[in-house]
């Protein structure tokens, strides 16, 4: 019997710096946080600009142009860090565990605990902790695609070497640990990718690239602001001052506005029992259209107990005596085995040979040590076995009858002979001869909620498969159970075997419940299910699932699953409640929602703005001009937007149209209105002889006061509270944002009567003719705005058909079904 190190041996390695102790780090560190909030590239450059402006002496606008940025960073930097405390406290709980042996006693460890020369023990499922050598009898099937990116399993017996980061697929062994801590393997390859990398989501990817546009064309204007300086002879104060007006036009704040989005969602998902592991999983629920459940440990709560058996050739208590017997003895147990052990216990017996479960298989084998005649016992699912029957037996009617009840049905059989079925990994293939024995039905349970979180899936348009590697007649049974009702079409994995790529296709799209399913056929469907142009999320929590998971759009899986499935997943579920889905689901449609509306307001912003700098004689406003309106407008009403976006329907698919339908209007609208107002003032200044430099002080003040109660319009169209507003977007009936719109007019307000303020922001009290014009225009222009939305004007000008409807009410939010007391 294996004794392993002793808690001396244990700490006196400890002592040595031998343990498996690296630093565990759940996410970014504070200050990977701080430093990735602040030196993006559009910082940097309006840092630059900035201290530009300091050695041209004009600290007052060096301190506009990157305040409005170190409010932002501000934000998302505490935001940020709210979030990172919450989740890494939650994805500590979440860590694997480590069972080794000690003082000859088993006992569960936490990895940092690990020590050189420790026995591990690993089972179906367990992730490789460190990198070692298999010792012992056991043997095992160990996935190392995370490593290699190879899918085939490798058979490991003792002596062979097993590394970190790869998982057991099936069978259990002991293997000593031989490189830990930094020297293992996991650790050497991660060791040159261990920056963190913010890996962009759909919509982070769309934004950045309309940024880097952005970008482009005001560093265009730069050059040609530039140029002018050196033909004209500009003062350079004036130039930077320029190049900072124009570059602060790119939304900076958009970027950070999304991440503090996705991070208050994990957090209040975190709450609701999901743990979000990867960024774009937030977004990703509000984008699936197809879901892939499988059966056990998923729809059902994989709490198997034995339903009835059925001898033959035997009597009732020889066949239990043999259940109990393969059961107890094998080394590669799982959830099956324990059931049958359970129902019926016996003596552990010796064992000379085993092949233990798979998924591919379908079925596992014994031979005992103490059997004189050296025969092979088969455990498995009776399709696999009965072609290799040699006598003629019965046995449809039973299984057939259980199978419609929704159960699990094994056959015992055996070989009366020794046989070489030539086992390497899952290529063990069965011989004829088997003699059948007994057949053993299994029962499992629903999991609490699963009708209707279904129900609420498929309410919102989502299609739902069941992929298993039951019996098919079984697996739908259970799915009419759980409510799928409506079509459903069942089939096995043998069957799909035998089609070519087109026919799979076909069967694929048609069918409901899939049975018999090899994992590599699981992945395979997953993978035609994304061809096809599905937004895919696969639930799972088995290791026979990480193929599947890896292929799928979202990985969801089960907080008692293995290992493996919890490393390549993108959201976890806390607690296993399937119930948590909807508020998943729901959270998704908010951030999307509220990322539409934000960018809505940016993009109106940036191409009203650039048109008025290109077309006004003069620049149009200065450095505190533009960080004034891009703080009252865009920054603040940005933070707020994400925070109060709410669920809804949304569709990927119409998010170009949705956003050149609203960004069209304004565009042109406000540009005119804003030249207008910008020449207007001019004009009366120019006809009372004032002096040209107070008349375009006087010019830029009032046109930013008529950008700001612009983009607070903005903001009220955006999330119409009344169906007098609705034009450019359905209605919301959501006052918040209006009054926010109001509260940030009263700040302009109080900016403009206080003297100081004024002076700050380098604004001017309106004249009363100044004052007119503004409001004038500003009531005209909504007023217009609201016509050309409505009717379509500019649209059909332009001769384009954006397809947006926004006079009808939106479609009704599917309620969350799952009463509030049974989640987590």
């Given at each position: 019997?294996?004794?392993?190190?002793?808690?001396?041996?244990?700490?006196?390695?400890?002592?040595?710096?031998?343990?498996?102790?690296?630093?565990?780090?759940?996410?970014?560190?504070?200050?990977?946080?701080?430093?990735?909030?602040?030196?993006?590239?559009?910082?940097?450059?309006?840092?630059?600009?900035?201290?530009?402006?300091?050695?041209?002496?004009?600290?007052?606008?060096?301190?506009?142009?990157?305040?409005?940025?170190?409010?932002?960073?501000?934000?998302?930097?505490?935001?940020?860090?709210?979030?990172?405390?919450?989740?890494?406290?939650?994805?500590?709980?979440?860590?694997?565990?480590?069972?080794?042996?000690?003082?000859?006693?088993?006992?569960?460890?936490?990895?940092?605990?690990?020590?050189?020369?420790?026995?591990?023990?690993?089972?179906?499922?367990?992730?490789?902790?460190?990198?070692?050598?298999?010792?012992?009898?056991?043997?095992?099937?160990?996935?190392?695609?995370?490593?290699?990116?190879?899918?085939?399993?490798?058979?490991?017996?003792?002596?062979?070497?097993?590394?970190?980061?790869?998982?057991?697929?099936?069978?259990?062994?002991?293997?000593?640990?031989?490189?830990?801590?930094?020297?293992?393997?996991?650790?050497?390859?991660?060791?040159?990718?261990?920056?963190?990398?913010?890996?962009?989501?759909?919509?982070?990817?769309?934004?950045?690239?309309?940024?880097?546009?952005?970008?482009?064309?005001?560093?265009?204007?730069?050059?040609?602001?530039?140029?002018?300086?050196?033909?004209?002879?500009?003062?350079?104060?004036?130039?930077?001052?320029?190049?900072?007006?124009?570059?602060?036009?790119?939304?900076?704040?958009?970027?950070?506005?999304?991440?503090?989005?996705?991070?208050?969602?994990?957090?209040?998902?975190?709450?609701?029992?999901?743990?979000?592991?990867?960024?774009?999983?937030?977004?990703?629920?509000?984008?699936?259209?197809?879901?892939?459940?499988?059966?056990?440990?998923?729809?059902?709560?994989?709490?198997?107990?034995?339903?009835?058996?059925?001898?033959?050739?035997?009597?009732?208590?020889?066949?239990?005596?043999?259940?109990?017997?393969?059961?107890?003895?094998?080394?590669?147990?799982?959830?099956?085995?324990?059931?049958?052990?359970?129902?019926?216990?016996?003596?552990?017996?010796?064992?000379?040979?085993?092949?233990?479960?798979?998924?591919?298989?379908?079925?596992?084998?014994?031979?005992?040590?103490?059997?004189?005649?050296?025969?092979?016992?088969?455990?498995?699912?009776?399709?696999?076995?009965?072609?290799?029957?040699?006598?003629?037996?019965?046995?449809?009617?039973?299984?057939?009858?259980?199978?419609?009840?929704?159960?699990?049905?094994?056959?015992?059989?055996?070989?009366?002979?020794?046989?070489?079925?030539?086992?390497?990994?899952?290529?063990?293939?069965?011989v004829p001869g088997l003699t059948p024995l007994g057949l053993i039905s299994i029962g499992d349970e629903l999991r609490p909620d699963v009708r209707e979180t279904l129900a609420m899936f498929q309410a919102a348009g989502v299609q739902i498969k069941v992929i298993s590697g039951d019996n098919p007649q079984t697996v739908a049974a259970l799915a009419k159970q759980a409510g799928l009702t409506d079509h459903l079409k069942a089939i096995s994995g043998p069957s799909l075997e035998q089609m070519d790529e087109g026919q799979f296709r076909q069967v694929v799209a048609e069918t409901t419940v899939f049975g018999r399913i090899t994992p590599q056929q699981k992945e395979h469907i997953v993978r035609?299910?994304?061809?096809?142009?599905?937004?895919?999320?696969?639930?799972?929590?088995?290791?026979?699932?990480?193929?599947?998971?890896?292929?799928?759009?979202?990985?969801?899986?089960?907080?008692?699953?293995?290992?493996?499935?919890?490393?390549?997943?993108?959201?976890?579920?806390?607690?296993?409640?399937?119930?948590?889905?909807?508020?998943?689901?729901?959270?998704?449609?908010?951030?999307?929602?509220?990322?539409?509306?934000?960018?809505?307001?940016?993009?109106?912003?940036?191409?009203?703005?650039?048109?008025?700098?290109?077309?006004?004689?003069?620049?149009?406003?200065?450095?505190?001009?533009?960080?004034?309106?891009?703080?009252?407008?865009?920054?603040?009403?940005?933070?707020?937007?994400?925070?109060?976006?709410?669920?809804?329907?949304?569709?990927?698919?119409?998010?170009?149209?949705?956003?050149?339908?609203?960004?069209?209007?304004?565009?042109?609208?406000?540009?005119?209105?804003?030249?207008?107002?910008?020449?207007?003032?001019?004009?009366?200044?120019?006809?009372?002889?004032?002096?040209?430099?107070?008349?375009?002080?006087?010019?830029?003040?009032?046109?930013?006061?008529?950008?700001?109660?612009?983009?607070?319009?903005?903001?009220?169209?955006?999330?119409?509270?009344?169906?007098?507003?609705?034009?450019?977007?359905?209605?919301?009936?959501?006052?918040?944002?209006?009054?926010?719109?109001?509260?940030?007019?009263?700040?302009?307000?109080?900016?403009?009567?206080?003297?100081?303020?004024?002076?700050?922001?380098?604004?001017?009290?309106?004249?009363?003719?100044?004052?007119?014009?503004?409001?004038?225009?500003?009531?005209?222009?909504?007023?217009?705005?609201?016509?050309?939305?409505?009717?379509?004007?500019?649209?059909?000008?332009?001769?384009?058909?954006?397809?947006?409807?926004?006079?009808?009410?939106?479609?009704?939010?599917?309620?969350?079904?799952?009463?509030?007391?049974?989640?987590?």
């Amino acid at each position: 019997m294996i004794q392993g190190l002793s808690e001396d041996d244990v700490r006196l390695r400890q002592e040595e710096g031998q343990s498996n102790k690296v630093t565990f780090q759940t996410s970014r560190s504070y200050r990977q946080i701080l430093v990735e909030n602040t030196f993006m590239p559009i910082h940097n450059i309006l840092f630059i600009l900035g201290a530009a402006l300091v050695l041209l002496g004009r600290v007052g606008d060096a301190i506009f142009t990157v305040g409005v940025i170190s409010l932002n960073i501000i934000i998302s930097v505490i935001q940020e860090v709210r979030a990172k405390r919450q989740l890494d406290q939650i994805a500590l709980l979440n860590r694997p565990a480590a069972t080794v042996i000690r003082d000859a006693m088993t006992q569960t460890i936490d990895p940092d605990e690990i020590v050189l020369g420790d026995i591990l023990v690993v089972t179906a499922g367990d992730q490789i902790l460190v990198d070692g050598a298999v010792v012992g009898p056991g043997q095992i099937n160990v996935d190392e695609s995370l490593l290699t990116g190879e899918s085939d399993l490798v058979p490991k017996h003792t002596g062979d070497l097993v590394y970190s980061g790869s998982f057991c697929v099936s069978g259990s062994a002991m293997y000593e640990a031989q490189r830990v801590g930094a020297q293992s393997t996991a650790n050497r390859l991660a060791e040159g990718a261990r920056t963190f990398r913010r890996v962009l989501t759909p919509m982070q990817r769309e934004i950045n690239t309309i940024l880097q546009l952005l970008l482009g064309l005001a560093g265009y204007l730069v050059a040609v602001i530039f140029i002018f300086t050196m033909l004209d002879d500009v003062p350079l104060v004036a130039s930077v001052s320029a190049a900072t007006v124009v570059v602060g036009l790119v939304p900076n704040s958009l970027l950070l506005a999304i991440a503090v989005a996705y991070a208050l969602s994990a957090v209040r998902l975190a709450r609701q029992g999901v743990l979000v592991q990867q960024a774009n999983a937030v977004e990703s629920l509000s984008n699936v259209d197809m879901l892939c459940v499988d059966k056990t440990g998923t729809l059902t709560a994989n709490r198997l107990q034995v339903q009835a058996i059925y001898p033959i050739g035997m009597s009732l208590a020889e066949l239990e005596q043999q259940l109990g017997a393969y059961a107890s003895s094998g080394a590669a147990g799982n959830a099956t085995s324990e059931a049958i052990a359970t129902a019926y216990p016996a003596p552990q017996r010796p064992v000379s040979t085993e092949i233990p479960f798979s998924s591919a298989r379908k079925w596992s084998a014994l031979a005992f040590a103490d059997d004189p005649s050296a025969g092979l016992s088969v455990l498995g699912a009776p399709e696999m076995l009965l072609p290799f029957v040699t006598t003629d037996h019965a046995l449809d009617a039973q299984i057939v009858q259980w199978t419609e009840q929704g159960l699990r049905v094994l056959l015992l059989a055996r070989y009366d002979h020794a046989v070489d079925l030539q086992v390497s990994g899952d290529d063990a293939q069965l011989v004829p001869g088997l003699t059948p024995l007994g057949l053993i039905s299994i029962g499992d349970e629903l999991r609490p909620d699963v009708r209707e979180t279904l129900a609420m899936f498929q309410a919102a348009g989502v299609q739902i498969k069941v992929i298993s590697g039951d019996n098919p007649q079984t697996v739908a049974a259970l799915a009419k159970q759980a409510g799928l009702t409506d079509h459903l079409k069942a089939i096995s994995g043998p069957s799909l075997e035998q089609m070519d790529e087109g026919q799979f296709r076909q069967v694929v799209a048609e069918t409901t419940v899939f049975g018999r399913i090899t994992p590599q056929q699981k992945e395979h469907i997953v993978r035609t299910l994304r061809d096809m142009g599905y937004y895919v999320a696969m639930t799972g929590d088995g290791v026979n699932d990480v193929l599947s998971l890896k292929q799928a759009n979202l990985a969801i899986a089960m907080q008692s699953g293995s290992q493996a499935t919890r490393s390549v997943a993108d959201i976890l579920l806390l607690g296993d409640s399937f119930a948590a889905l909807p508020h998943a689901v729901r959270e998704g449609q908010r951030v999307v929602n509220g990322m539409q509306d934000i960018l809505k307001l940016v993009l109106a912003r940036m191409i009203y703005a650039t048109l008025i700098i290109v077309l006004a004689p003069m620049i149009p406003y200065t450095v505190r001009h533009s960080g004034l309106i891009a703080m009252l407008t865009m920054s603040i009403p940005a933070f707020a937007l994400a925070a109060w976006a709410r669920p809804g329907p949304t569709d990927r698919h119409t998010l170009g149209r949705r956003l050149a339908h609203f960004v069209l209007t304004p565009a042109i609208t406000v540009s005119l209105g804003g030249l207008i107002v910008f020449l207007g003032v001019l004009a009366l200044g120019f006809n009372r002889q004032i002096d040209p430099a107070t008349v375009a002080a006087s010019a830029r003040s009032t046109l930013t006061i008529f950008l700001v109660l612009c983009g607070l319009m903005l903001l009220v169209f955006v999330e119409p509270p009344t169906r007098w507003w609705v034009a450019a977007d359905r209605f919301s009936g959501d006052w918040r944002p209006t009054l926010l719109a109001a509260g940030m007019a009263v700040v302009l307000g109080i900016i403009l009567a206080i003297p100081m303020l004024r002076e700050i922001f380098e604004l001017q009290w309106p004249t009363l003719e100044e004052g007119l014009l503004v409001l004038l225009v500003t009531v005209i222009w909504v007023l217009l705005a609201r016509l050309l939305w409505r009717t379509r004007l500019i649209e059909r000008l332009l001769g384009i058909d954006l397809g947006c409807d926004t006079q009808e009410d939106p479609p009704a939010v599917v309620a969350d079904p799952v009463p509030t007391r049974n989640t987590v």
